[in-house]
């Protein structure tokens, strides 16, 4: 299977800690995008890269959070000193263009005790 | 930012066709309206996209109003498999999702 590849599925940490994630988008698309999505609520926006550029961070993205995506390949997004209002999915997404489909990946799902 | 309305659920007869209805009246001339689905622990799921005119693919068909403010999602034979969260979406780029329609399929 060649789509959108998120790790771990799952993390389970103490608040106060750091996490961090990866996506491995679709080889050929030049877009990355990440998601947040809490319980019964559609994805929100956080940020999202062309090639290595991080083009477009939303207001939710506080200071704790921070992504990259060297060399235009895979991606991480770090969250510091983790809160409980951290809880949720974090989706990776990945298109070939501006206006066309992102492909999601499955998801991780961050818990926070 | 963009904003949808959809119903928040929906019910359909298996092999019985599906209109899911959006509300987008304050989308600007570049978004796209896009449709996914997601089932539940899984990511969201590309249907069908569309700028202004009918769109048809082999899981869907779109429907887009003249003026652009609303659309509609067609399943022309809904199946068990298609019980879902659907979500319209906005966007040309970043994507703005809603609350979604949970859609039920009865058999």
């Known amino acids: 299977d060649t789509g959108v590849s998120q790790d771990p599925r799952h993390k389970i940490t103490k608040r106060g800690q750091n996490v961090t994630f990866r996506c491995d988008p679709i080889?050929?698309?030049?877009?990355l995008y990440w998601y947040r999505q809490t319980l019964g609520q559609g994805p929100e926006f956080l940020t999202y890269?062309?090639?290595?550029?991080?083009?477009?961070k939303s207001r939710l993205l506080s200071d704790r959070f921070s992504a990259e995506r060297p060399k235009g390949s895979f991606s991480t997004l770090e969250i510091q000193r983790t809160e409980q209002g951290d809880s949720a999915m974090y989706l990776c997404?990945?298109?070939?263009?501006?206006?066309?489909?992102?492909?999601f990946g499955d998801g991780t799902r961050l818990s926070i005790l | 930012d963009a904003k949808t309305t959809q119903p928040n659920s929906m019910e359909s007869n298996e092999e019985e066709p599906v209109h899911l209805p959006c509300n987008h009246s304050?989308?600007?001339?570049?978004?796209?309206i896009h449709w996914y689905r997601q089932l539940p622990s899984q990511g969201p799921e590309y249907v069908i996209h569309?700028?202004?005119s009918n769109v048809n693919n082999r899981m869907a068909s779109l429907a887009i109003a003249e003026d652009r403010k609303s659309s509609t999602l067609i399943l022309h034979r809904a199946t068990l498999r298609d019980a879902a969260v659907y979500y319209c979406v906005l966007g040309f780029n970043k994507f703005y999702f809603g609350s979604g329609t949970k859609l039920n399929v009865k058999p």
């Open positions: 890269f062309q090639n290595e550029a991080q083009l477009e």
């Open positions: 304050t989308i600007s001339g570049t978004d796209y």
């Open positions: 997404a990945s298109s070939p263009g501006r206006d066309q489909p992102q492909h």
């Open positions: 569309g700028l202004t």
């Open positions: 080889s050929e698309h030049n877009r």
